[in-house]
């Protein structure tokens, strides 16, 4: 049953914000039903602060916080982030807030963010600033077992040479929201990894920007949406390359049931001054039911004249050849379509961090028992 939207909490969460909520006649919203986030209670998570217990590894330090702050500011302008209204919305919501800072080659970490069956609304901000040369993996986990939503502010700024391993997993609740905004600095010869892997949620939406502020770096993204029921995931990601020599490769995909709905939108921005640019970006969808949606919608906006940029986009059912070679092989129906669908969402999933695989990412997002 679609959220009953409160008038109460919405006019809560515009006051936090400091402007209206978003639109249906604004072109990055115009998708999106913000229902199920203005269905939750009109006050704060009260819970304990998720950063209190961190242990963090050799390597990793945290940030004194006024020096944090003005990295995090410098880190949303050199973006376009401060101004989007997930980004308002969060600053406004007194946010808990972790700064780090990573020299070197460092061990793994993951960050759980679980809004459990809490009310309200978990705010959270994250800085990390990655020294020329430093190597990081990380993984957040995000849950919910009731109607609440958490927004995430996360800031990345990679130095030269600098690698960034950053896992998303991020299972919900029926009647739960999650807004997840990444403002992603590259310096030359950095190197980005960006997983993200998400279902359940009533609403979730990303919004990865990303900056390579001179070129000459690398950043591949890859995606993987569920929707089912009446669950609605958006995405609306920005890659800027700001000098030449720059690369992306990006996979973005979908598996949509029920009356599950699913938004992409995916622009690549190459200047005059991006010369020789790589990039690729290539959209999937997959298809369950006839009353699923999808909309997507790639958007290159390309001025240099020395490029080598494609995107492609699809959307598919599954296979009928490869169904019935299965059943061939004297495999059931329902076995082979949940093989093929394993097999699907797996080209996604095995990019996350490792430390994704003890909490067996595809039972969680597929729904499946262990």
Known sequence: MPALALPKT??????????????RRQEDWRFTDLA????????????????????????????????????????????????????RLNRGASPHFLALRVSGSVEPLQLTFDAAAGQGLLALQLLLVLEPGASLELLLHHGSRAANATSLVTVAQLGSGAKLNLGVLAPGHARASL?????????PASEL?????????????????????????????????????????????????????????????????????SVFNGAVRVPRSAQRTNAAQLSRSLLLSDRARVDTKPELEIVADDVKCAHGATVS??????????????????????????????????ELPAAAASAHPLQLLLRERP
């Open 317 to 350: 059912r599954l296979q009928q050849n490869e169904l019935f070679y299965l059943q061939s092989r004297g495999i059931a129906a329902d076995q082979a379509s949940r093989l093929l669908l394993r097999g699907y969402c797996d080209e996604v999933l095995r």
């Open 36 to 87: 199920p986030l203005q269905a939750v209670a009109a006050e704060l998570w009260s819970g304990p602060g998720p950063f209190s217990q961190c242990s963090l590894p050799g390597g990793i330090s945290r940030i004194a916080p006024a020096q944090a702050q003005l990295l995090l500011d410098q880190g949303l302008q050199a973006t376009g982030s401060s101004a989007a209204w997930p980004v």
């Open 193 to 261: 990894q960006l997983t993200t892997a998400v279902g359940g949620w009533a609403l979730s939406r990303f919004e990865p920007r990303i900056c390579q502020s001179e070129g000459a770096a690398l950043s591949r993204l890859r995606a993987l949406q569920l929707v089912a029921g009446q669950e609605l995931a958006d995405t609306h990601s920005q890659v800027q390359f700001n000098g030449p020599d720059g690369q992306l490769d990006q996979l973005h995909k979908v598996v949509a049931d029920g009356a599950g709905r």
């Open 179 to 187: 807004l997840s905004h990444l403002a992603i600095s590259q310096a």
């Open 10 to 23: 919405a006019a809560w969460l515009a006051e936090l914000a400091g402007e209206p909520l978003p639109g």
